[in-house]
């Protein structure tokens, strides 16, 4: 995923899938400088930061 595309989800009144590594996750925080998203994987309970371009976006769910 592209860091601007990261950044339109996180400001939208919208719910979309993201997945990282094929988990589903939700995006609390990026970093413009490092081009890293402060994640939590919701099927864990585990929160990371990964780099931006390793997410995969999935469908919008309103």
Not at 32 to 40: D, F, G, L, Q, R
Request: glycine share 4%; proline share 5%.
């Amino acid at each position: 995923m592209e860091f601007e595309r990261a950044q339109e989800i996180v400001n939208s009144p919208d719910t979309y899938e993201v997945f990282y590594k094929n988990k589903l996750v939700w995006i609390n925080g990026l970093d413009p400088k490092s081009k890293t998203a402060h994640i939590k994987i919701l099927s864990e309970d585990f929160t990371e930061d990964v780099p931006v371009n390793e997410l995969k976006e999935g469908k919008n769910l309103h």
